[in-house]
């Protein structure tokens, strides 16, 4: 399946505002820019056609919006905000996971599944998107829900996601913290098929080298968007959990030979462990589209400056990117994952890491309904 064209801009997109194409460094003239830009472009378009021979269903709204943020913009000093809007992939209220199911849920149609399974904390936005695109393709749902904060919260424990699970049709039940969650997941999966139903699992996050293909794919969407808005793009950076979207990300760039620096801000494991959850998964990745080796260890770059007191629970850093972002922008992040990002994104604008000048991807990766289970923590 191809993606359709990228639509012309929003004519209400603030077109003067927006900065004129600024090389990404001095260095480069604008000529060779360009020049490099084109063959990056020719890259992606082959590694996108490449992808072509995975089973894929669709369950997004593709091409996402790229959007420049102005008073994003200016309340951080001159760094050229962008959001690539993957709050709006359409299913189940959007959000990331969209991308990846688009590809596990292709390989569980064909295998013929009647039943998918998955597994994620509380709130997982992954859950509720798996429930929506089991429902849409006519599947039987059953999650496995892990209490990492153990919130009593009902808000917490009922709402938000939880409420949505629920709509969705899914059936669900609860683990303790700290179990292996994907070998519980496999063992009631196992009690289904003994059963006699046919079963297809879904790693936490849906981060697998099935569902890194969605982000492999977005790098092609993006690199397309940057083309034809003539935008030289300096940094990518997003909310890192279970991985899947990081090394989906780091492959497509690696394989497009790509320039663009992409940053994980990571929501729970420390630097070294997410880097190194990353790096693994980015390998298998780019084996599975033939490029193997393609991706470097120092290509994978994560940041848990932002994490906080823990997963799952926001820091003050995390509720102040939330109201700036709602405030500034109209945009709706979320206590878990995307407000943790756009935290590590803030501060790196003050703290003078990106610069004024700088061209500065936000990916939006959703998970806003997960709001609606922390009223306490706007109180
Ligand atoms: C799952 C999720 C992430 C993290 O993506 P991973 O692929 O798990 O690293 C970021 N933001 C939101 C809203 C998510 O739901």
């Not at 929501?267 to 599975?288: C, F, G, H, W």
């Not at 850093?317 to 995307?338: H, N």
């Not at 990106?354 to 061209?359: E, L, Q």
Request: hydrophobic share 35%; aromatic share 6%; proline share 3%.
């Amino acid at each position: 399946m191809s993606e359709t064209k990228q639509l012309v801009p929003p004519i209400d997109m603030d077109l003067e505002k927006k900065p004129a194409l600024t090389p990404c460094s001095s260095e480069s003239s604008l000529e060779g820019s360009t020049k490099t830009n084109s063959i990056v472009l020719q890259k992606a378009l082959e590694c996108q056609a490449a992808l072509n021979k995975f089973p894929r269903t669709k369950l997004a709204h593709l091409p996402t919006p790229l959007e420049y943020c102005p008073r994003l913009t200016e309340a951080l000093g001159g760094v050229n905000i962008y959001v690539k809007r993957d709050d709006c992939t359409g299913l189940g209220t959007g959000g990331n996971k969209a991308r990846k199911l688009e590809w596990l849920m292709g390989e569980a149609k064909k295998q013929g599944a009647d039943y998918v399974m998955t597994q994620g904390a509380t709130q997982s936005n992954h859950a509720r998107q798996t429930a929506a695109a089991a429902a849409k393709l006519g599947m039987k749902c059953h999650i496995l829900l892990e209490d990492r904060t153990g919130s009593k919260d009902i808000d917490y424990t009922e709402n938000g996601n939880v409420l949505l699970d629920d709509l969705f049709g899914a059936t669900r039940e609860k683990r303790g913290a700290g179990l292996n969650m994907n070998e519980e997941l496999e063992a009631v999966a196992d009690e289904y098929r003994a059963k006699g139903h046919n079963v297809y699992t879904i790693v936490g996050g849906g981060s697998n080298e099935v569902g890194a293909l969605g982000y492999v794919n977005c790098v092609y969407e993006m690199i397309q968007q940057f083309d034809e808005e003539d935008l030289d793009i300096d940094y990518i950076c997003h909310a890192t959990g279970s991985s899947g979207t990081q090394a989906g990300l780091v492959t497509g760039l690696a394989a497009a030979e790509s320039d663009i620096k992409l940053l994980g801000f990571g929501v729970r494991a420390p630097k070294e462990n997410q880097e190194e959850m990353v790096y693994s998964l980015a390998e298998r990745t780019a084996i599975k589209i033939g490029k193997e080796g393609v991706v470097k260890r120092d290509d994978v770059v994560a940041d848990s400056s932002y994490v906080g007191p823990g997963y799952g629970i926001p820091a003050e850093s995390t509720i102040e990117a939330i109201r700036m972002f709602a405030e500034l922008e109209g945009l709706l992040l979320d206590p878990v994952y995307s407000g943790k990002g756009a935290a590590g994104l803030i501060d790196y604008c003050r703290t003078g890491k990106f610069k004024k000048g700088d061209n500065v991807v936000f990916l939006h990766t959703g998970g806003n309904a997960a709001l609606h289970g922390y009223l306490k923590a706007f109180k």
